[in-house]
């Protein structure tokens, strides 16, 4: 099993910016990805970014260019730095992990989320 944890969400303005982290604990080996997704009230649960295990990252179209993803695998961490955040940000953030069990099968790990509001 893997544990994950987030902290840093929280109230901000629009325009401002706040850093989501996450630290992963458990049977971490051989974690593959590691990212941020969101779900707003009455919205599917969105990918906002992930990033692999070797740096490839990949991001939402929604958060491109304001929005970056960083990992130290040492720490199994991941963060997420958002600046410029909007309204349509408010979300809860949901720490994700994918796992490699075999060559055919991956396990997927949620943390509790944070909730990050954006006022206007």
């Known amino acids: 099993q893997v544990q994950l944890v987030e902290s840093g969400g929280g109230l901000v303005q629009a325009g401002g910016s706040l850093r989501l982290s996450c630290v992963a604990s458990?049977?971490?080996?051989?974690?593959?990805?590691m990212g941020w997704y969101r779900q707003a009230p009455g919205k599917q649960r969105e990918l906002v970014a992930t990033?692999?295990?070797?740096?490839?990252?990949n991001y939402g179209d929604s958060v491109k260019g304001r929005f970056t993803i960083s990992r130290d695998n040492a720490k199994n961490t991941v963060s997420l730095q958002m600046n410029s955040l909007k309204p349509e940000d408010t979300a809860v953030y949901f720490c994700?992990?994918?796992?490699?069990?075999?060559?055919?099968?991956?396990?997927?790990?949620w943390g509790q989320g944070t909730q990050v509001t954006v006022s206007s």
């Open positions: 990033m692999a295990t070797g740096g490839r990252s």
């Open positions: 994700n992990a994918e796992k490699t069990l075999t060559i055919f099968n991956t396990a997927t790990y």
């Open positions: 458990g049977t971490i080996f051989s974690i593959e990805s």
